[in-house]
C-alpha cells in the first residue's frame, strides 16, 4: 500500500498552482513528472561530474563513464536483458523504432511484408511506410474492434511466410488497451518473422521481462517513467543487433577509420554514434531506481484502483463517451461529451488546473475509426488520487454546462 502523501511530497510541480488552482496532472501518457531525487541527480552530475565518456583517461572522464555504464546495467536488470549490451541508449522510443526500421532497409525486398496495428502512435507506423517505400515491402494492418482491441484472428491470418518483421505496441498510447504481446511474439516467430514492441505506455506502468516475452527489440522513453527527456532504450537481441547495419556513422561507433574502409565498433557502441545525453542515460537509471523503491506492485494497484474509480465517476456525465473498453486495460481514459469539441472541453479544465490531453493523440487511425476528430484523454500516474479525479469530474461538469 502505497503512501500517497509522502510520494506525493517526492515531486515538488505537484505542489504548484495553475491559474490559482492546485494543480491536478493527468497528461502522464506524454510525460511524467519528476521526483526530487531525479531532478538532484541531473544537478549532481553536471556539477561534479561533467565530463565526455569512453574516451578520456582523466578522472573526470572515467567517472562519467562508469556511472553511464552502471546505469546501463541498471536497465538490463531491470528488464531482464541476457547482454548488457543488448540495452542501448536513445533519445526516446521514436528514436528506437527509427533505428530498427533503417536497419531493415538492408534486409527487406519487394514482396516482403511488415505488420503494423490500427492501435498504433505515428511513431510506430510511418517509419514502416517510409521503409515500404524504400524497399518495395508491403505495409499489412491489424484491424481494431469496437472495444479497442486488435483482432487476433485477422492476425493470424495476416501472418506467412513473407512477413519479416510485426511491429507493435504493448499498451495503446490513445485508449490504454494492453494488447497481447506475448501471443503476438510467439505467433511471429512461428513463421519466422521479427518482432518489435513499442513499450513508451508500457515502462511507466509494469516491468517488462524480455527473455520472458522472447521479443526481438523492445523500444521505450525515458521521460514517460519519471526520467529526464531525451532519453530512452532499444533493446534488441544480439544476434538480431550483429545483423543489422549501423544507424549513424560517426565517433564512438567505429573500430578502425580509414579513407579506404572503416570498420565499426562491437555492441552497443556500433549504434552509439557521438556524444549521447550522458546526463540523461545516468538519470534514467536514477528514474528506474525510483520507480522499483516505489514497487511496481504498489504501482499497478494505485492505478488500476484510479482507473476503476474514473471510468465510475465520468460514466454518471450524461453525454460522455469513453473510447477503449478493453478487458486489458491500463490507467488512460478518453472521452468525449456528445455534440461539444474536446478542444473546447480541455480549454476550460485548464482554467481549472486540470491538465489532460485533447487531439488525435499522434493516433490518427484510432479515431479515424471511431469517425472522430479526437478525445479528451486522461492518463493516471501512481502519485495522482481518487480527489483529483473528482476535481475532473467538476471540471468536466462545469465545462460542459458552459458550453451547451
Known amino acids: 500500500m502505497l503512501d500517497i502523501q509522502k510520494i506525493r511530497a517526492d515531486f515538488p510541480i505537484l505542489q504548484q498552482k495553475v491559474n490559482g488552482k492546485p494543480l491536478v496532472y493527468f497528461d502522464n501518457g506524454a510525460t511524467s513528472q519528476k521526483p526530487q531525487v531525479v531532478i538532484d541527480a541531473i544537478s549532481k552530475y553536471y556539477q561534479e561530474i561533467n565530463a ?33 549490451h543488448e540495452v542501448l541508449f536513445t ?15 538492408s534486409i ?42 486488435l483482432v487476433m484472428a485477422e492476425y493470424d491470418k495476416l501472418l506467412s511466410d513473407k512477413t519479416k518483421i510485426v511491429t507493435v505496441n504493448h499498451i ?3 485508449l490504454g488497451t494492453i494488447n497481447p504481446i506475448k501471443y503476438m511474439i510467439d505467433k511471429a516467430h512461428e513463421v519466422g518473422a521479427a518482432i ?21 527489440f523492445y523500444a521505450f522513453s525515458g521521460h514517460k517513467m519519471c526520467g529526464p527527456t531525451g532519453t530512452g532504450i532499444l533493446y534488441g537481441k544480439e ?3 550483429n545483423k543489422l547495419p549501423p544507424y549513424q556513422g560517426g565517433g564512438e561507433m567505429i573500430k578502425e577509420v580509414s579513407f579506404e574502409k572503416t570498420t565499426y565498433a562491437e555492441l552497443p ?31 499497478q494497484q494505485q492505478e488500476l484502483e484510479l482507473l476503476a474509480y474514473a471510468t465510475e465517476r465520468l460514466s454518471e456525465i450524461e453525454g460522455l463517451r469513453i473510447y477503449g473498453n478493453s478487458e486489458a486495460k491500463t490507467s488512460v481514459i478518453s472521452f468525449n461529451i456528445e455534440g461539444i469539441h ?25 479515431m479515424n475509426f471511431f469517425g472522430i476528430p479526437g478525445t479528451i484523454r486522461a492518463s493516471f500516474s501512481f502519485y495522482n488520487t481518487k480527489e483529483e479525479i473528482d476535481a475532473l469530474v467538476d471540471a468536466v461538469k462545469k465545462a460542459q454546462l458552459m458550453l451547451s
Open 172 to 174: 495503446s498510447n490513445a
Open 239 to 241: 544476434a538480431w543487433l
Open 342 to 366: 474536446p478542444y473546447d472541453i480541455g480549454s476550460i479544465i485548464d482554467k481549472l488546473g486540470i491538465a489532460v490531453r485533447t487531439g488525435h493523440h499522434c493516433a490518427q487511425p484510432i
Open 91 to 105: 533519445s526516446g522510443t521514436t528514436f528506437g523504432i527509427n533505428l530498427v526500421a533503417n536497419g531493415f532497409a
Open 269 to 299: 557502441h556500433k549504434f552509439e554514434a557521438g556524444t549521447p545525453h550522458i546526463a540523461g542515460g545516468i538519470v534514467l537509471g536514477t528514474a528506474i531506481d525510483y520507480l522499483n523503491e516505489v514497487g511496481f506492485e504498489n504501482i
Open 52 to 84: 565526455n565518456i569512453h574516451r578520456g583517461v582523466h578522472t573526470l572522464s572515467q567517472l562519467a563513464t562508469d556511472a553511464y555504464e552502471i546505469a546501463r546495467g541498471k536497465i538490463q536488470n531491470h528488464i531482464n536483458a541476457k547482454h548488457a
Open 108 to 149: 527487406l525486398k519487394p514482396g516482403d511484408e511488415v505488420i503494423v496495428s490500427h492501435l498504433e502512435h505515428h511513431s510506430n507506423i510511418v517509419p514502416w511506410q517510409m521503409l515500404c517505400e524504400k524497399t518495395g515491402a508491403t505495409l499489412k494492418v491489424i484491424p481494431m474492434n469496437e472495444k479497442g482491441e
Open 196 to 216: 518489435l514492441i513499442d513499450g513508451a505506455q508500457s515502462v511507466p506502468h509494469l516491468k517488462p521481462d524480455v527473455r520472458a516475452l522472447d521479443c526481438d
